[in-house]
Nanobody, 117 residues
Framework: QVQLVESGGGLVQPGGSLRLSCVAS????????MGWYRQAPGEERELVAA???????NYADSVKGRFSISRDNAKNTVDLQMNSLKPEDTAVYFC???????????WGQGTQVTVSP
């Protein structure tokens, strides 16, 4: 059984920083893509950032220049460094992994990020 477990969420003031981490465990080959999504109340889940097994990255326009994604293929982990946080970054952040071997997406339970004075 594959599990993705996030950590690092919390409450931070505008302009502050947080680092989210996600660890995948279970019997699974290295994910082709690992990424972070977020969902604010009343909104659809949206992609924040993603990174391929080869290291190619993709960011939502709203976080470019502020967030940075990184992964460790050997450990099946992915981190999201979030700087210059804004109130509109408030959401539940979900870690995801796509296995091209299995043709399946896997999701974590989510971690709350709240940006407020």
């Amino acid at each position: 059984q594959v599990q993705l477990v996030e950590s690092g969420g919390g409450l931070v003031q505008p302009g502050g920083s947080l680092r989210l981490s996600c660890v995948a465990s279970g019997s699974i080959p290295t994910f082709y893509v690992m990424g972070w999504y977020r969902q604010a109340p009343g909104e659809e889940r949206e992609l924040v950032a993603a990174v391929t097994r080869e290291g190619r990255t993709n960011y939502a326009d709203s976080v470019k220049g502020r967030f940075s994604i990184s992964r460790d293929n050997a450990k099946n982990t992915v981190d999201l460094q979030m700087n210059s946080l804004k109130p509109e970054d408030t959401a539940v952040y979900f870690c995801s992994g796509y296995s091209d071997y299995r043709g399946s997406y896997y999701w974590g339970q989510g971690t709350q990020v709240t940006v407020s004075p």
